[in-house]
RNA sequence: GCGAUCGUAGCUCAGCUGGUUAGAGCAUCGGUUUGUGGUACCGAGGGUCGGGGGUUCAAGUCCCCUCGAUCGCCCCA
């Protein structure tokens, strides 16, 4: 633990169990994925920095205090994505994707973010992401929410998981709702705490939502979005809301749920569960309108959504452990060479299959037990040259002889 | 960035109000069994008690600093 060089504060080292949960979040995530007709893309680590300030918002705390911003050798201003959106829609314009609209694409792998570190809270860490781009229609939303839903069934993880969903309106509505809502607490300064006086500057709408009891009578009486929602908007979320309910979606509307982001437009959801502490969100996105066209390109309409691979292989059961099949034993030098060759065939064949490197025949035998294999195939002279191997199985323990020519079958029928 | 708790072997932990060479279980390695594992028994390795400084005759134990983890806030997946 203090021997040699230590780990960065925020990374992890993924190996065994906590790997294999890891490998199941992918793993479901590429199966649902293709269900639903999205095409999987790689993104680069880095973009430009403006690529992620001028799309996520100079103000917000991601941009303005946990980006990994470097110089690189030629002195231009790089940034370790936070988020794969703004990458994404700046793929977009740069590969001319406009003309494969409406896209379907996914990813996942690393971001970054310099934050205090919390279990489920890392400074590097990893997401899925799902974004639907050149599409208008409320139908993309409801796709990408029935794929986030089935993920995670398919995870197991929907016991005390629950989707919210609020609408935060067309840009029209948005900055109205904005006004009222500054008016609101702008008159209710006295009673705000200091974090949400600084929020009444930076970004006002995080008041809704915010934790303090200090907060929530403000919070409570200010107005609802509804009454600001124009005749488009509200058409937009009420098929939003119509399309979970034919698909069987179950939702919950909260008009408190906010987006911390600023290019978020008309549907904002998150799927929240009350078993990861104040790390409960799980899964979250929305529609973002306005964010290709903030990076100089056409109006681009476009739903999405993260979800934190850490966390959500945190809620899942542990996937069965890594087994192989067989396991070989081999005896003396003759029989190894064979062995080789042996195990060359198995694995060829489609059979998990491994041999240890070194060892007598008890060692052997033990490395075989502790591998989970349920067959051992034991090699040595008397059998090699009978053409013959002896074919044990771990659990019962009963042993046969089958001839080598035979052997890839006589295991595949165990 | 703010507040709080914690930090003893690979893992889980014990170590009373400071007192001789820091312990246990599991795991690892070796042996009882030179061609037969899972059980049992015997044995071994592995710790600068997160790191640094201080108080004291004496510090794993008390004080300060630092690093890290955890919980809450902030923020967010």
Redesign the pocket.
């Known amino acids: ?3 040699g060089p ?6 992890q080292d993924i190996w065994g169990e906590e790997a294999d949960r890891f490998q199941a979040v992918v793993a479901a995530f590429e199966r649902v994925r293709r269900l639903y007709g999205f095409q999987r893309i790689e993104m680069p680590a880095f973009e430009a920095t403006a690529v992620f300030s001028r799309s996520i918002g100079e103000t ?3 941009v303005s ?2 980006m990994y911003t470097f110089e690189d050798r030629g002195g231009d201003s790089l940034t370790l994505r936070p ?1 794969f959106t703004a990458g994404i829609c700046r793929a977009f314009l740069s590969e001319g994707w406009q003309q494969l609209a409406p896209l379907k694409v996914a990813t996942h792998g690393s971001v970054f ?10 400074r590097q ?3 899925l992401d799902a974004e639907i781009l050149g599409a208008d229609s409320p139908a993309a939303d409801v796709e990408l929410l029935v794929f986030a839903d089935q993920l995670l069934n398919e995870l197991g993880i929907t016991d005390g998981v629950t989707l919210q969903l609020n609408t935060l309106g067309d840009a029209e509505t948005r900055d109205a709702w904005r006004s009222a809502l500054v008016a609101h607490f702008e008159s209710h300064r006295d009673d705000l ?1 200091e ?1 949400s006086l ?2 009444l500057d930076k ?1 006002p709408l ?1 008041i809704l ?4 009891p200090r907060d929530r009578p403000a919070a409570d009486s200010a107005p609802d979005i509804d009454a600001y929602l124009t005749d488009q908007a509200r058409a937009f979320f009420d098929k939003v809301t119509a399309g979970l309910d034919a698909a069987g979606v179950a939702w919950t509307r909260n008009a408190r749920l906010v ?3 600023d290019y978020y437009r008309h549907t904002a959801f ?2 929240v569960t009350d078993r990861l ?9 929305g529609r973002y309108d306005g964010l290709v066209e903030a990076l100089g390109g056409p109006h681009t309409p476009a739903v999405g ?7 959500l292989a945190m809620l899942a059961g542990a996937p069965a452990p890594n087994t192989i099949d067989v396991a070989l ?1 081999p ?1 003396g030098d003759a029989a190894e060479m064979a062995a080789i060759g042996l195990l060359a065939q198995l694995r060829r064949a489609g059979i998990a299959a491994d041999m240890g490197y070194k ?5 052997r ?6 591998s989970g294999a349920r067959q ?1 195939i ?6 090699l040259a009978r053409g013959e191997a ?1 074919l ?6 009963a ?1 046969q002889s089958v001839p080598l020519s035979g052997l890839v079958e006589a295991v595949r029928r165990q």
């Not at 959504?305 to 966390?311: C, D, F, K, L, V």
């Open positions: 633990m203090s021997k230590q780990r960065i504060r925020g990374t917000t705390d991601v205090k946990e988020e973010r310099y934050e205090r570190p919390q279990k489920g809270r890392y860490f990893h997401q705490s974090d600084a929020r970004n995080r939502d915010s934790k303090d987006r911390g982001l998150e799927f502490g104040a790390q409960g969100t799980v899964l979250a996105g959504w993260a979800a934190g691979i850490e966390r034993v005896m060892g007598n025949m008890k060692k035998m033990q490395r075989a037990n502790a051992a034991i090699l040595g002279d008397d059998e002896a044990k199985d771990l659990e019962s323990g042993q």
